[in-house]
């Protein structure tokens, strides 16, 4: 029996409401310029409900979305990209986690993310009920999801994990260590260095590496660079694959595309296999690419 996982990540929903002068007294005047002018163009939603019904044709399918969901992080925001999710998805099917964009500036959970909640999995929280990290099982595959979704200065996009959640992050992954899982985490940002000193990319990735290379991890996806990336961690003996999606709004020379991950165990020892899901633009249909020349055991 196989799981396939799809890959969502960057949607950059748009802004259906303009926000009020007063909103928009602090960073989010270079981020609502910046979509007024450009990003209203390039991210698109009509992209996304291709990419959603073509996930929703299959079964038993679990999709994970890595973060920017909206781009300035209004309530109204996060309320319209609920109702969106709820069109599409069921409850058990999706995983959410925030991007740096979900974070624009210092905002209450209670009027950004907890709109998305129901994609957390809140029996895993901490005790102070903070929503990340979270655990789920599906099928024996054990999926992570992390925040590295902070408020940065204006033109910046880092993030940063907290000390206690990736500590939270250590007692989840040592109480199922021995389980046998196939175990994904997921981040909105690259745990390999990006921009120039890292100022656009993971603030404290080598704590979190110092942390996730003790146990037995499988797959690391991320999202953040709006292209597909893939680049590899070292994890005892083996090369585990951490894997970026591309915007999923966002059409690049006619075409948009989402990855899928097939996951199956065979003889005690778990198997996966890479695909890209591509639209073109010229025939108005998905096709299936397969990205992994052969089979990873992992």
Request: hydrophobic share 35%; net charge positive.
């Amino acid at each position: 029996m196989s799981q396939i996982i799809c890959h969502i990540s960057d949607l950059h929903l748009p802004i259906e409401k303009k926000p009020t002068l007063l909103q928009l007294f602090n960073k989010r005047i270079f981020g609502f310029l910046n979509h007024t002018s450009k990003r209203k163009n390039i991210f698109k939603l009509e992209n996304l409900d291709l990419i959603f019904n073509d996930i929703n044709k299959s079964n038993d399918i679990h999709t994970v979305l890595t973060g920017d969901i909206v781009n300035l992080s209004l309530e109204d925001e996060f309320s319209s990209a609920s109702q969106l999710l709820d069109h599409h998805f069921k409850e058990k099917a999706l995983s959410v986690i925030p991007g740096n964009h979900d974070a624009y500036i210092k905002v209450d959970y209670k009027r950004s993310m907890s709109y998305l909640e129901k994609y957390f999995n809140k029996q895993n929280n901490s005790i102070d009920q903070e929503p990340f990290p979270y655990l789920k099982v599906i099928n024996d595959i054990a999926i992570i999801g992390l925040s590295s979704a902070i408020n940065s200065p204006p033109l910046m996009c880092w993030g940063k994990m907290s000390s206690k959640q990736i500590n939270t992050l250590e007692n989840i992954l040592k109480s199922i260590n021995g389980n046998n899982y196939f175990t994904i985490i997921l981040i909105h940002h690259p745990v390999h260095k990006y921009g120039f000193m890292n100022l656009k990319g993971l603030l404290n990735r080598k704590q979190l590496l110092e942390t996730i290379t003790k146990y037995n991890i499988n797959l690391v996806l991320h999202g953040h660079l709006h292209r597909e990336v893939y680049n590899f961690i070292k994890i005892k003996d083996k090369f585990v694959p951490c894997i970026g999606a591309p915007s999923s709004s966002k059409m690049l020379n006619e075409k948009i595309s989402y990855l899928q991950y097939k996951i199956w165990k065979k003889d005690d020892k778990w198997n996966f296999s890479v695909y890209r899901r591509l639209y073109d633009n010229s025939d108005k249909k998905f096709k299936t690419q397969d990205i992994t020349k052969s089979t990873i055991n992992v």
